[in-house]
């Protein structure tokens, strides 16, 4: 089968080559793959600065048809359209993996770069991480349930957001624009902070629905947030964007006794103003992931269409184009990019 993989460690080293096609093992089931999102961390894979096991199949966004099943996966049939977590192998006997937390497991082998991931013809999976999809949530729809359920996770469960609430979501990558959109579900107003180059995904989120989009290279965030708040901050930030900067301007954003979430990805350790949890009595909540009931909600919204997918889906490119669907990501002017291992044309959304 055709796969997208990485072949070595450091920069580059991806290419679109021949790939034994995956064998079920028990209680999988496998999948014909229809749709995968390019995430951020594909980034981080392609310049050698993320932990990759190579050479691996890249891919953990994604959504497909099954196509066989079999012993310990009876719940599935041929033909059912799925969409699934990370086909993540975790050991299944420690605390977290019990408690049905298994992001949290120390032996937790992720697919995608530990592992041979969905950036090909055919997965392979344990059934019990897919979950069916609704006839008229569209595959490109489904193929953002993953970073949906990492939004769900942060807003819904990890914190709490209150109806009338002020929330600043810094970073609006897809991660922070699905973070928007849930915030917003739950009753409160958003405003949503980026960079220059992110001119294209501040757009989106005022279509979504952001109060307010900051560039903070030209707007003073901090003016814009006491504006809207009457001088207090905002009640809640998620960090979605992972960098020192935006760490910084989350601590000053947020009002006394404010809660801070933190789901960027820091591409190492970082300096920031360690005093502020105290001298503000925060609350500082990490959220990595999501767990299986997250994706209940997740199909959920999805289907009762609570969520604009469409809207983020800025461009859907075959197998063969995976270096222009790279660069789009890359340089911010794609929102969610899909690579399709079907052949569907390259079509290219506003
Ligand atoms: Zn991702
Ligand atoms: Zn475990």
Redesign the pocket.
């Known amino acids: 089968m055709r796969a997208i993989v990485k072949t070595a460690p450091g920069e580059g080293h991806i290419e679109l080559r021949d790939w034994p096609e995956p064998t079920r093992r028990w209680g999988e089931v496998k999948i014909r793959v229809a749709a995968v ?1 390019i ?4 980034i981080h894979i392609l310049h050698g600065t993320w932990r990759c096991d190579p050479p691996v199949v890249l891919g ?2 994604w959504c497909g048809t099954v196509v066989e099943t079999g012993p310990g996966a009876t719940h599935l049939k041929p033909g059912d359209r799925v969409v699934a977590s ?1 086909p993540a192998i975790t050991c299944g006997r420690c605390f977290h993996c019990l408690a049905g937390n298994d992001f949290m497991c120390a032996d937790r082998v992720s697919a ?1 770069y530990m592992i041979d991931g969905a950036l090909a013809e055919f997965i392979c999976i344990d059934a019990k991480r897919c979950h069916h999809l609704p006839d008229h949530v569209t595959f490109q729809q489904a193929c953002i349930g ?2 949906l359920s ?1 939004a769900v996770h942060a807003v819904i469960e990890r914190t709490m957001v209150h109806s009338g609430d002020l929330v600043l979501v810094s970073g609006p990558g ?2 922070g624009l699905l973070t928007m959109q849930v915030a917003r579900l739950e009753g409160a107003r958003v405003v949503v902070a980026g960079l220059a180059r992110d001119a294209a995904r501040l757009q989106c989120a005022r279509r979504l629905g952001a109060e307010v989009v900051v560039n903070v290279e030209e707007q003073d965030l901090l003016e814009v947030v006491r504006d809207l708040s009457g001088g207090r901050g905002v009640d809640l930030v998620y960090e979605c964007a992972g960098s020192e900067d935006s760490l910084a301007g989350c601590w000053e954003a947020v009002r006394g006794e404010g809660t801070l979430c933190v789901l960027g990805v820091h591409p190492g350790p970082i300096r920031t103003d360690f005093n502020k949890i105290m001298m503000k009595e925060l609350r500082v909540i990490g959220s990595y992931g999501y767990i299986w009931s997250t994706w209940q909600r997740t199909v959920q919204l999805l289907s009762e269409r609570k969520i604009d997918a469409d809207q983020m889906i800025s461009h859907i490119f075959p197998m063969e184009e995976y270096e222009a669907a790279f660069r789009v990501t890359q340089n911010g002017s794609g929102i969610k990019v899909v690579l399709n291992p079907g052949l569907l044309q390259a079509t290219t959304r506003a």
């Open positions: 999102g995430c951020g961390t594909d953990h966004e990370n995608g993953e970073p990492v897809s991660v």
